[in-house]
């Protein structure tokens, strides 16, 4: 329109005396353009409708795609590119953001680590160890560790526990090889480690490349070792071996979900033999003695022991641009960490603000570290006890954003997506409204009212999100702990991060994904 407003200036004299005289009205009433003026002098408005009506033909196509644009960008639901949307100094605080998550992304590989991580970093922030005895006022800072593989950070608000709670629930364990309670064994003269995998994972992916050991082991004296090898610039690394091509015709014949069985996911920890015996299992000896020497450990306590088989990657970043973070565990501590810098960050909330980081969800959250227990609903009934307050009124008042991943659609896997229901890598984080399988299984299906009011609460903040479905129905499925607080009558909704590769030893994500799920998890404290 302003472009006819110019344009006026040079399609004649008629025109000019038109532009210095006359006021140009331009509107568009639903139907077409409606070019108006007022003016009483009969050939001024004659010579004014002339000029104008020209000027329009050259420029009639351009204002309609002008208009049709803009009336698509307020009719249509179309996510765009972060970068695309955010100022050009958001996209440098996701970068930086980025750098410390890889930095964590490293040294949390395990759910205890995790923890450890965490609850470093809560100390150093002001937190403290939380005591059920105790009445907290607001602005006090507390956690609460669950068996060293599960913890909870609260800010207190201001605002009575009456008024519920602002919970953001991710987990901190992601698929594995655990070793089995009696691993090692020797064949052949070579050592190895027979494992049981975590989680759901495609067990091809696990053979053939570099592999790290975590864990603790509790020996007969009850005293504990911390194990972590194959992550520092020297250290040995492991490996489970595959057949090669040139012999591989009846691994050929398996299909895809069987070419690795799971009693073939062995890992080769040795090879040479202890000299100064005799005898069998010389290998296997060896390595007993290479651990006895550094751990101070014997073969039986092998059997009271936590020990986790990872990918001995770094987080790095991938392609030229360097949008995008390669890593083993982005599922789900691509939530977890930002979940947890939103709760150090989050100053005088109205309300509790509440992260759990818990285990056990890769494998239905059961047991006594994951959100098929009661420790959450314990701690907040224990918070609200110190206030005179029935646990269960402060959870039917409570809000929570489970704060998990999604898959992010692969081009070169197209077939499974439903693009109008799929997220993006760079289009920001991601709601599920629901998750389950096949007509909707085991998912708890957030209300229409409670998305609403996320997504009303994201988009006065400027954060950048879309919707995601887990592919197409009866394609697959897959479930959160979203369903496990709902049943404490809490209004919980799925948010978090697309991720590339789910599963995969080797993940990936978007930097921009990564800083919105901070700030959408920081905004929900903020509320």
């Given amino acids: 329109i302003e472009q006819l407003r110019n344009s006026a200036h040079t399609a004649g004299v008629y025109a000019k005396r038109v532009a210095e005289s006359f006021d140009v009205s331009i509107e568009h009433d639903g139907n077409g353009f409606i070019i108006s003026g007022d003016t009483k002098d009969v050939l001024m408005a004659k ?75 809560a100390k150093k922030k002001g937190f403290e160890e939380f005591n059920p005895e105790k009445q907290y006022k607001a602005g006090d800072k507390v956690y609460y560790v669950n068996r060293e593989k599960a913890i909870i950070l609260a800010v207190i608000g201001k605002k009575s526990l009456k008024e519920g709670v602002k919970i953001a629930a991710a987990h901190i364990d992601s698929p594995r090889l655990d070793l089995k309670p009696n691993p090692l064994y020797e064949s052949d003269e070579l050592a190895l480690f027979k494992t049981h995998y975590y989680g759901g994972i495609k067990k091809y992916q696990w053979v053939a490349i570099p592999l790290a050991l975590h864990g603790v082991i509790v020996k007969a004296d009850g005293s504990k070792v911390t194990v972590r090898i194959g992550e520092e610039e020297g250290e040995p690394k492991f490996v489970i071996s595959d057949i090669l091509p040139h012999l591989g015709a009846e691994q050929g014949k398996r299909t895809l979900s069987d070419g690795i069985q799971g009693e073939e996911l062995n890992v080769i920890v040795g090879s040479r033999p202890f000299k100064s015996d005799e005898g069998s299992e010389l290998v296997k000896l060896n390595i007993l003695k290479i651990l006895n020497e550094k751990y101070g450990i014997i073969e039986s306590d092998f059997l009271s022991a936590e020990l986790e088989v990872v990918p001995a ?215």
């Fill in 47 to 121: 010579d004014a409708f002339m000029a104008l009506y020209h000027t329009y033909g050259q420029y009639k196509n351009t204002l309609a795609s002008i208009f049709s644009t803009n009336v698509k960008k307020e009719l249509f639901y179309k996510p765009q590119h972060a970068s695309a949307v955010v100022e050009e100094n958001e996209v440098a605080k996701a970068d930086a953001f980025a750098e410390d998550y890889k930095k964590f992304l490293d040294n949390a590989k395990t759910e205890r680590e995790a923890v450890a991580v965490v609850l470093e970093d």
């Fill in 313 to 527: 990657f770094k987080a790095d970043d991938i392609g030229f641009d360097r949008g995008l973070i390669g890593s083993y565990g982005h599922d789900d501590r691509v939530c977890a960490y930002p979940a947890a810098m939103a709760a150090f960050d989050v100053v005088d909330p109205d309300y509790t603000a509440i992260t759990v980081l818990t285990d056990k969800e890769e494998t239905g959250s059961d047991g006594n570290t994951g959100l098929q227990s009661a420790y959450l609903e314990y701690f907040i009934n224990d918070l609200a006890r110190a206030n005179g307050i029935e646990g269960y009124r402060v959870l039917s008042k409570s809000e929570c954003l489970s704060a998990d991943v999604n898959s992010a659609y692969d081009p070169t896997f197209n077939s499974v997506f439903e693009k109008n229901n799929t997220s993006f890598l760079n289009k920001g984080v991601v709601i599920t409204k629901y998750t389950g399988a096949r007509g909707k299984g085991g998912t708890s299906d957030a209300s229409a009212e409670y998305m609403g009011k996320i997504r009303r609460m994201l988009d006065e903040d400027g954060v950048v999100w879309q919707i995601g479905e887990l592919g197409k129905v009866d394609a697959g499925g897959g479930g959160t702990v979203a369903k496990y607080i709902a049943n404490l009558n809490v209004d919980v909704v799925d948010l978090g991060v697309p991720v590339l590769s789910m599963h995969a030893p080797y993940e990936v994500v978007s930097k921009l994904d990564v800083y919105m799920a901070y700030r959408a998890f920081k905004k929900f404290f903020e509320q």
